[in-house]
């Protein structure tokens, strides 16, 4: 039988050791803005997964959408299923998290474009190192998540979330008052 040999660096990803990179972002968010911008996915990945997990303790589940998409989530919300964005600040600048809605990167082929209107429905703006997120529906280019605002959004994870359903005219009010309930898995709306 022959055997496959390895391309040259994929060892490494079958050592027993951990890469270099995690020693490197153990004092998050004390970092460097080299660091940061270094290890920007994993800061990215790790909001999403805080974002998943203060919806799924709210019993609304997420499922992940591929990296080539616009949006970053599908959210199985009671009053429809909607697409989120989800955006991540490692730490606070002049009292404020700063986030841009944009797609891409700056060096990539395709750089920094800006979103379509249909590209996503709501936006969860992570503050990182604060363990808080914030929902919105506004489509801003620019956003800012104030310092004072953080203890309010860990008190009551979900307030802004509601806030953003609402604002999109998908609350349980204007669900009453004449827009078609949603309909469960066998087809029933959710109000029988």
Not at 125 to 143: D, I
Not at 149 to 155: D, I, N, P, Y
Request: proline share 6%.
């Amino acid at each position: 039988m022959s055997k496959q040999l390895l391309l040259s660096g994929f060892e490494e990803l079958f050592s027993s050791r951990p890469p270099p990179s995690v020693n490197a972002i153990r004092r998050f968010p004390d970092l460097s803005r080299d660091t940061l911008t270094r290890h920007a996915k994993w800061f990215g990945l790790a909001g999403e997964h805080l974002v998943d997990s203060i919806l799924l303790r709210f019993g609304i589940y997420t499922s992940q959408l591929p990296e080539m998409l616009p949006a970053d989530r599908i959210v199985y919300h009671p009053n429809g299923d909607l697409r989120l964005q989800i955006k991540t600040c490692c730490r606070s600048r002049g009292g404020y998290f700063h986030f841009n809605l944009v797609k891409g990167y700056h060096r990539s082929p395709t750089g920094v474009q800006s979103y379509a209107t249909s590209d996503f429905d709501l936006v969860a703006l992570v503050a990182l190192s604060e363990n808080a997120v914030k929902f919105t529906a506004e489509r801003h280019q620019s956003h800012r998540v104030a310092v004072s605002e953080l203890t309010a959004l860990r008190a009551d994870p979900c307030a802004s979330l509601e806030r953003a359903i609402d604002d999109l005219g998908l609350s349980d009010r204007n669900m009453s008052e004449g827009t078609p309930a949603p309909m469960s898995d066998e087809g029933a709306s959710h109000d029988q």
